[in-house]
């Protein structure tokens, strides 16, 4: 298996039929798996999976019982993954999944494809969530003494020699993006990054995105775990 793709899904019933599709579309051969993690979901995730899973191969399916957070879902995919070169997207559709083949052919140009790190870099985003991410990009690269810019873009695609030098100490919430990337810079990977659109969304809501009150409860956190993050690494 040449690369697997962890998708985290929590409460994303109404987007999985479009997502397996959208996958089915792009993945044109047969050393390309597709991660698919129940993260602990209360909504008909379940069922909607049990229905459609056995009519696409390059599917393999994680079930986490319990919500542990979406670090712990992709963690959990991660870990079943096969591939030589793991990574992860997105599962609501605003990350499409032409990008993680995009992504597998900047790796395969490479010769030393091993200490690549490719990630994307959204563009034609809302101007508020611009100003947010620009606002977080430069105070973590300012605190953590590294170029940290747009942390949460997706996809994320590196070696499984790269994730098992990390994966014990990886955090279960929303820090994972950033542990991850700070990670690659300390290690000094060759860092790739590539354009991707991030339209909006087609089905459900953002799992933390809902307003100013949840962006500034995303700000605490992230501020809170660079701090542990700067005085553990």
């Not at 994972?176 to 087609?202: G, H, M, S, T």
Request: charged share 25%; hydrophobic share 40%.
């Amino acid at each position: 298996m040449k690369l697997s793709i962890t998708v985290p899904c929590y409460n994303e019933a109404d987007n999985l039929p479009k997502l397996f599709e959208a996958f089915k579309n792009v993945i044109q051969r047969d050393d390309i798996e597709l991660v698919v993690v129940n993260n602990g979901s209360t909504d008909q995730s379940a069922v909607v999976m049990n229905e459609l899973i056995p009519h696409f191969p390059f599917i393999q399916r994680v079930d986490v019982k319990k919500n542990q957070g979406y670090g712990f879902g992709i963690l959990s995919g991660l870990r079943a993954s096969r591939g030589e070169f793991l990574g992860w997207t997105h599962a609501d559709l605003q990350t499409p999944p032409n990008d993680v083949v995009r992504a597998l052919d900047i790796i395969e140009s490479h010769t030393s494809s091993e200490t690549l790190y490719v990630k994307g870099d959204r563009k034609k985003r809302p101007w508020m969530d611009q100003f947010f991410t620009m606002g977080m990009s430069l105070f973590e690269t300012l605190y953590l003494q590294k170029k940290l810019w747009d942390i949460n873009a997706q996809p994320n695609i590196f070696h499984q020699k790269f994730f098992s030098s990390w994966q014990t100490q990886a955090p279960y919430d929303f820090s994972l993006d950033l542990f991850v990337l700070y990670q690659a810079k300390l290690q000094k990977l060759d860092i790739k990054r590539f354009p991707v659109e991030f339209p909006e969304r087609e089905h459900g809501e953002s799992k933390w995105n809902t307003g100013l009150t949840s962006k500034w409860k995303f700000i605490k956190r992230t501020m809170a775990f660079s701090r542990e993050l700067k005085r553990k690494l």
